[in-house]
């Protein structure tokens, strides 16, 4: 995905999606941006554990062993929850959809942590 930032550095700031081909997002203040800029790079951490937690050890090397698909049902559910969150009308819809799976995924770690340590 490709983001352009357009301004008049006065009161329009708007950042315009290649994808999209249109602007995504508008704000009156540089400050507003950067906001936006910082939470999206946050909620892409976010993203990036659950994929971890979701699909592990996928793309990772484990006793000098580089994994792919090693389980291909957890890389469907994955993408199909991936694919899921995309269908928000707001961020706040879709940042929340994130936590709450964060948050589900890490309780599980949690239950688990003594079996996998153990």
């Known amino acids: 995905m490709g983001w ?7 009161d ?12 995504i997002a508008k704000f009156n203040t540089q400050e507003e941006l950067l906001n936006f800029i910082a939470l999206e790079e946050i ?3 976010k993203k990036k ?12 090397t484990v006793n000098n ?3 792919f698909m090693s389980d291909e049902q957890k890389h ?5 929850w991936l694919y899921s ?3 928000h009308d707001t961020y706040e819809e879709y940042y929340k959809a994130i936590d709450n799976k964060l948050n589900e995924l890490m309780k599980q770690n949690e239950v688990l942590k003594g079996e996998i340590n153990g």
């Open 4 to 10: 352009r930032i357009n301004t008049n550095n006065i």
């Open 12 to 23: 329009q700031w708007s950042i315009f999606s290649s994808v999209t081909d249109d602007d």
């Open 43 to 45: 909620y892409k951490g």
């Open 49 to 60: 554990a659950i994929e971890i937690l979701m699909t592990y050890p996928n793309g990772w």
């Open 65 to 67: 062993k580089r994994i």
């Open 76 to 80: 469907d559910e994955y993408f199909k």
């Open 85 to 87: 969150i995309s269908d």
